[in-house]
């Protein structure tokens, strides 16, 4: 009886430290969030999005006055829409090829390949992606470009893509194509106009995702992009990104006030995006 | 005529990606290879030189190994006592409620946030208790590291582990429940032995992660070159050095570079299949 | 509504007024009282959905598991109501065995027979769970088939020597009454059949209280009856007298087959 007793305390003690622990986890989400903020929110204001990263001098005259650094990261905002969207233009179709090839053809060798080194791809540190890109394009180029960047991300995005692809057409009922194909329209008409529009929740949530994760990608875009002070709209010259910004005010003294406001706006930019993907996601699967 | 086009369009893609992999490989190969040819693969690897001055350039890839496996493999053990609760949270104490899916949501954005965002927290906001408790007295080093890692992986871990913990049937939890276990006795006996595997499998995934990670160890190791002699020392990463020094690097140096970032290539890759094979089992 | 039923002697089990509800308003079993004889065969039939599964769970506190689950009235299990103890206790006190063979797929034959120890935290020297092994396995027609295997995995047996298995794993614990949950309904006839003759052997030691949907099943092994329909109890009486001279209409359509 009393050794009962003494595992019931003991059931509920580790019970506790379970509840207690899991509760822990989830503090420095709103820890950083809210460091962040209070960092951070003095430097957002309009100039913040339309004015390019301030020099040196500006920074420091600004803060030997008191007042908040001039200046913004609209250079880097434009690097990242604009490398994002290479990125995009390159990996989407790839990657959403790829895996209506592996949902149609699951078990064959080749498919079997292809998944492998699609999870090798994938599971590939992104200095190392970096260190590729600057191997193909910068090296043969002759320099940092923001093309560069685009090819490194995309390289990461494809993995992604492909894997939500799949899992996604997997989840469709096989009567959608067979339907389809009883209706006697061609195999490329069935793909492409009844599995991928049914499918659509489930891409648009995977494309979402990659899209959040190599947006804040900082390590492949300092071997390939490199960053730049000025806006750039040429994809083959050096060109900045946010975390690339970032990483340039974390390393200048004089402009370290910046690196939470332009924290705070990658970090809500990426969340943000990440949580509206979960909610699709989350909606799709209903229905 | 459609269809065929559009089938051998689907294969070329896929064919795409197998070169892109085979040239990831060739050209780290390649750009390795003057590195090897001057020092030897073995005595790249086994040497902890790094001297990039002129006249007597040697480099060496050990204190960067050791640094790697280090600072990751002491995250995956700070990860353990908190990823294994939340798994166990989700994946069986509640099991379907709302607050299982509001706890693995939250934790899942973790694994949301950019690496730089975590070094700098870690730099602002964990290296100074680091040096309030006297153990570096700057507060960089391996353990700095480690620790914002462990919080980097824990999404990868928990997540995944809570699953395999789920899936546990539910015919054997009754079982144990009928023999009089309580929670705890069912969770030791039953829960975690049948899901063992696919929780092991998990935390190597994670470790595959802390492996590659790049810009949070870097802003807080330290960036020495030389080899860590305790936990609480300096050091560098395969990746915090590429990071580091790749842009001001030619000849033998980034060679030797490019060979670090092959090793690591090879590391992940080889951890990552242990992964997949032990789930593949699993399942 | 309210019938008498037959009255037991010296009962291992008593339910009083006992009803079981999944939510609220809704009762899958209602105000069932019954008294079940020691070291004798109950079977509980009836038509699925008719709460006889619910109603041997409670005993063994198994609703417990899924907090939706309310219970009400008094269930004795030799004078004290289970409902007030520890629901630790009384698991180990009503062994169960599950419709579907569930040994542990992670432990041997041997540790499958000893894990309510294992669960209960209480360590055994070597030479007692052997004989604890050796004894379980000998009550149940288990130990000349797998004295030679013990060390491997309980998966690898048959589903009806995995169904004897979980009996054994269920007797290690001496427990004072032992619950049936249709335990042959995912057994071929041949190991069904082992399995009856099993029970028979059994209520020399153990009271037993079956569940099952099999009416030729219970009149070849009970020695009392019950009969349970939309989660009321019907009938309860000696097997000869119910499926010989039925007193309610609604057990007499069951049992010709009218129904269920």
């Not at chain 2, 001057?38 to 890839?61: K, L, N, V």
């Not at chain 2, 871990?157 to 789920?166: K, T």
Request: hydrophobic share 45%; aromatic share 10%.
């Amino acid at each position: 009886m009393s050794s009962l007793r003494y595992r019931t305390i003991k059931d509920k003690i580790f019970f506790y430290c379970v509840c207690g622990l899991s509760s822990l986890t989830v503090i420095p989400l709103f820890a950083i969030i809210w460091e962040l903020i209070r960092k951070g929110y003095k430097q957002i204001n309009w100039s913040f999005f339309t004015e390019t990263a301030p020099s040196t001098l500006d920074a420091m005259l600004a803060r030997g006055t008191g007042d908040i650094i001039p200046g913004g990261i609209a250079n880097g905002i434009l690097g990242t829409l604009l490398m994002v969207a290479i990125a995009s233009v390159i990996a989407i179709p790839v990657g959403i090829m790829v895996g209506i090839h592996l949902s149609e053809h699951p078990k064959t060798k080749f498919s079997n390949a292809t998944r492998f080194i699609t999870d090798l791809i994938q599971g590939s540190p992104s200095i190392v992606i970096g260190i590729i890109a600057y191997a193909w394009v910068v090296k043969p180029l002759g320099g940092y470009s923001a093309f560069a960047g685009s090819v490194s991300l995309a390289i990461m995005m494809i993995p992604l893509i492909v894997r939500s692809t799949e899992e996604t057409l997997k989840m469709l009922p096989g009567s959608l194509k067979e339907a389809g194909l009883a209706l006697g329209s061609s195999y490329t008409n069935v793909i492409l106009r009844v599995l991928l529009p049914s499918a659509f929740g489930g891409l648009f949530t995977g494309i979402l995702l990659a899209v959040s994760r190599v947006m804040g990608e900082t390590a492949p875009l300092m071997l390939t992009a490199l960053g730049s002070t000025a806006i750039n709209w040429n994809v083959m010259e050096p060109t900045s990104a946010v975390p690339l910004l970032i990483w340039e005010f974390y390393n200048d003294p004089n402009l370290i006030d910046m690196i939470w406001s332009s924290s705070l706006f990658l970090l809500i930019l990426v969340l943000s995006l990440n949580l509206i993907a979960k909610h699709i996601a989350k909606k799709w699967k209903i229905q | 005529m459609r269809d065929k086009i559009f089938k051998k369009l689907l294969v070329g893609c896929c064919i795409l990606v197998l070169l892109v992999c085979a040239g990831m490989i060739y050209s780290l190969v390649s750009g390795s290879l003057s590195a090897f040819n001057q020092y030897g693969f073995f005595h790249f690897i086994g040497s902890s030189e790094w001297d990039p001055h002129p006249d007597r350039e040697t480099y060496g890839a050990l204190s960067f190994i050791v640094g790697t496996l280090l600072t990751s493999f002491l995250a995956l053990i700070f990860c353990i006592p908190f990823s294994l609760p939340v798994a166990l949270f989700t994946g069986s104490y509640f099991r379907g409620k709302k607050i299982a899916t509001f706890i693995s949501s939250i934790i899942d954005l973790l694994a949301g946030i950019p690496s730089i965002v975590y070094g700098l927290w870690g730099f602002y906001t964990f290296r100074p208790i680091i040096i309030d408790l006297g153990l570096n007295s700057q507060g960089f080093g391996i353990l700095t590291s480690s620790i914002i890692l462990a919080i980097m992986i824990i999404p990868y871990a928990s997540s995944l582990s809570g699953e395999f913990i789920s899936m546990v049937p539910n015919e054997l939890k009754e079982a144990a429940y009928s023999l009089g276990g309580t929670r705890l006795d069912v969770i030791r006996t039953v829960t975690l032995p049948n899901a063992g595997s696919g929780i092991f499998a998990s935390y190597i995934l994670a470790l595959g992660r802390a492996l590659g990670e790049t810009m949070a160890v870097t802003m807080l190791i330290g960036n020495t070159n030389n080899l860590p002699r305790s936990l609480v020392d300096t050091g560098n990463t395969m990746a915090s050095i590429i990071a580091n020094q790749f842009g001001e690097a030619d000849g033998l140096k980034l060679s030797s570079l490019i060979a670090i970032g092959l090793l690591l290539f090879g590391i992940t890759a080889v951890i990552n299949l242990i992964a997949k094979f032990i789930m593949k089992k699993f399942n | 509504m309210e019938q008498e039923h037959i009255q037991i002697s010296n009962p291992i089990l008593q339910l009083k007024d006992v009803s079981i509800s999944y939510s609220p308003g809704k009762n899958a079993v209602k105000n069932v009282s019954a008294d079940i004889a020691r070291n004798k065969i109950t079977a509980i039939m009836g038509p699925s959905g008719c709460g006889k599964s619910t109603l041997l769970r409670a005993i063994n506190r198994m609703h417990e598991l899924y907090p939706d689950i309310k219970i009400m009235g008094e269930i004795l299990l030799d004078g004290k109501n289970i409902l007030k103890m520890n629901p630790m206790e009384v698991r180990r006190m009503a062994g169960m065995v599950f419709q579907r063979p569930n040994p542990f797929p992670t432990m041997s034959i041997f540790d499958n027979v000893v894990a309510g120890y294992k669960l209960n935290g209480i360590s055994l020297g070597k030479s007692e769970k052997e004989e604890i092994v050796e004894r379980c396995l000998t009550n149940v027609g288990l130990w000349n088939e797998v004295k030679d295997s013990l060390f491997k995995k309980g998966t690898f047996l048959s589903g009806g020597q995995q169904q004897r298995l979980c009996i054994a794993r269920a007797l290690a614990l001496k427990p004072d009454v032992l619950l049936m949950d249709e335990p042959t309904s995912a057994l071929d006839p041949i190991a069904t059949n082992r399995i009856e003759e099993l029970l028979l052997d059994l209520k020399n030691e153990f009271s037993i209280v079956i569940v099952t949907h099999n009416m030729s099943q219970a009149a070849r092994i009970s020695d009392y009856s019950m009969f349970m329909y939309l989660g009321e109890l019907v009938e309860y009486d000696t097997t000869q007298t119910m499926f010989t001279n039925p007193k309610d209409k609604r057990t007499n359509e069951y049992l010709s087959g009218q129904f269920g």
